[in-house]
């Protein structure tokens, strides 16, 4: 018999505040002076497509665009950069998140690994296209970084949703 590492647990909905405060602390993760060392992960990236995956009508393009428009600015990079990449990582990880989910989380990383690079090279390519310098090889380091990221991250992320294992007979539902 072949090991599955895949869990049979039945989630509870999750709740858009948890939503929101993974997604600020995501944002908040990227603020910090580590996020300019080689092959840290960009959290908001590899958090929005979580949550795109797992939350589809939830965290969309509205939100891609609002955290976009706020790492444009705190990170003072060539407006749109990352709002169009987001934008993008949004759309692309809705539109394939009923394939994402039919995988293991092993496989799920491998899916996503290319969503998340992408979202690099669209960030290279605008910044290139204003004049800056190519950022070197080195940039492109950190989405398989947050591949590596993504086991962990989703277990963390959806550790909210989880029922309890043992059920009280003495409760109603």
Do not use: K
């Amino acid at each position: 018999m072949q090991p599955t590492f895949s869990s049979s647990r039945i989630l509870q909905p999750v709740r858009p505040w948890f939503i929101f405060f993974s997604l600020i602390m995501a944002a908040l993760l990227n603020f910090l002076p580590t996020a300019q060392w080689v092959g840290m992960p960009d959290w908001v990236a590899l958090v929005l497509c979580f949550w795109s995956v797992r939350e589809f009508r939830r965290v969309g393009m509205g939100w891609a665009f609002m955290l976009g428009l706020l790492m444009d600015v705190a990170d003072g990079s060539v407006l749109g950069q990352h709002c169009f990449a987001y934008v993008l990582l949004a759309y692309v990880s809705a539109a394939l998140s009923r394939r994402f989910l039919w995988f293991p989380l092993a496989q799920q990383a491998l899916q996503v690994m290319p969503l998340l690079l992408a979202t690099q090279v669209v960030q290279v390519l605008m910044r290139m296209a204003v004049g800056a310098e190519f950022p070197g090889w080195d940039f492109f380091i950190s989405p398989f970084v947050a591949t590596l990221l993504w086991i962990p991250a989703t277990f963390i992320l959806l550790l909210p949703q989880y029922r309890p294992e043992e059920q009280d007979p003495d409760r109603p539902i």
